[in-house]
């Protein structure tokens, strides 16, 4: 069983900045695909960006120049920093933990872009 917190989301204005943070319980999580999420009410949840054990990094399209994820593992945690932020980018983030078979969540956070 993996937990994983996230932390970091809050009110912004458009334009500006926030880094969000999701700490992993257990002594794998080098080993751990960490994820990052968005879900909008209604919506699907979908992937913002994603980075494997070997720091590949993979971004929507819509995160791509803006956000930044990044991974710590000595800390167990794995970061989006997110920059030049939009209305649009309302949503609750979730973080995820994939290994092998193995799919874990976090509760979400949320993250408001509005003037």
């Known amino acids: 069983q993996v937990q994983l917190v996230e932390s970091g989301g809050g009110l912004v204005q458009p334009g500006g900045s926030l880094r969000l943070s999701c700490a992993a319980s257990?002594?794998?999580?080098?080993?751990?695909?960490m994820g990052w999420y968005r879900q909008v009410p209604g919506q699907q949840r979908e992937l913002v960006a994603d980075i494997s054990s070997i720091d590949n990094t993979w971004y929507a399209a819509f995160a791509k120049g803006r956000f930044t994820i990044s991974r710590d593992n000595a800390k167990n945690t794995v970061y989006l920093q997110m920059n030049s932020l939009k209305p649009d980018d309302t949503a609750v983030y979730y973080c995820?933990?994939?290994?092998?078979?193995?799919?874990?969540w976090g509760q979400g956070t949320q993250v408001t872009v509005s003037s």
């Open positions: 257990g002594s794998i999580f080098s080993r751990y695909t």
């Open positions: 995820r933990s994939v290994l092998g078979g193995d799919v874990y």
